[in-house]
């Protein structure tokens, strides 16, 4: 079964850059049939897709956080991570990572499962 | 960006009552709508792929309809596990999310 954990500091100063890793088990981040997604969702507020990775590194972003996110996968430790710079209380969230189907011909779909969440705060 | 709609934002209702959830995109999405349950501080769940196909071990009462732009999830008859918020999200044109629909009991 597989299971995604997200992990990384709880708080972040403004300005700074948040960084997450989501470690994956029971399962390859290798394989040809997902892509690894993130997603945050801010307190009492609906969800909202950052970006997701293929494990060659192929990348797609949100447009509206593409010049502030980085997502990068390491298939050796089978995880993939966050970065999010410039961070202000506006990224204060729960973040979560997520297995994507993907589909040769039509591309990245769904996500599930998902992991836990962690949330971010960003404060001083 | 594609804007999904969901309609109503909540919905009251009572144990085996049908529930009927509207998700409206602003143009079409073909049938690339998923819709999602969400439980307080749980993660999100995946209930419908591709507007109609129910995921791996979702109950039956559950149903998805609906292509181009105007969506439903259907709940046939509510189980107490089932009061919570859906979500639906489209991967037509980059990932969006509908602002969600709280089912809470009557």
């Known amino acids: 079964q597989l299971q995604l954990q997200e992990s990384g500091p709880g708080l972040v100063k403004p300005s700074e850059t948040l960084s997450l890793t989501c470690t994956v088990s029971?399962?390859?981040?290798?394989?040809?049939?997902?892509?690894w997604g993130w997603i945050r969702q801010p307190p009492g507020k609906g969800l909202e897709w950052i970006g997701s990775?293929?494990?060659?590194?192929?990348?797609y972003y949100n447009p509206s956080l593409k010049s502030r996110v980085t997502i990068s996968v390491d298939t050796s430790k089978n995880q993939f991570s966050l970065k999010l710079s410039s961070v202000t209380a506006a990224d204060t969230a729960v973040y979560y990572c997520?297995?994507?189907?993907?589909?040769?011909?039509?591309?990245?779909?769904?996500?599930?499962?998902w992991g836990q969440g962690t949330l971010v705060t960003v404060s001083s | 960006e594609i804007v999904l709609t969901q309609s109503p934002a909540t919905l009251s209702l009572s144990p085996g009552e049908r529930a009927t959830l509207s998700c409206r995109a602003s143009?079409?999405?073909?049938?690339?709508l998923a819709w999602y349950q969400q439980k307080p501080g749980q993660a999100p769940r995946l209930l419908i792929y591709?507007?109609?196909n129910r995921a791996t071990g979702i109950p039956a009462r559950f149903s998805g309809s609906g292509s181009g732009t105007d969506f439903t999830l259907t709940i046939s008859s509510l189980e107490p596990e089932d009061f919570a918020v859906y979500y639906c999200?489209?991967?037509?044109?980059?990932?969006?999310f509908g602002p969600g629909t709280k089912v809470d009991i009557k």
């Open positions: 997520a297995q994507q189907d993907y589909d040769i011909l039509t591309g990245p779909n769904w996500f599930d499962p």
């Open positions: 029971g399962g390859s981040i290798s394989s040809s049939s997902y892509y």
């Open positions: 143009q079409s999405v073909s049938s690339y």
């Open positions: 990775i293929y494990y060659s590194g192929s990348t």
């Open positions: 591709d507007a109609s």
């Open positions: 999200q489209q991967r037509s044109n980059w990932i969006t």
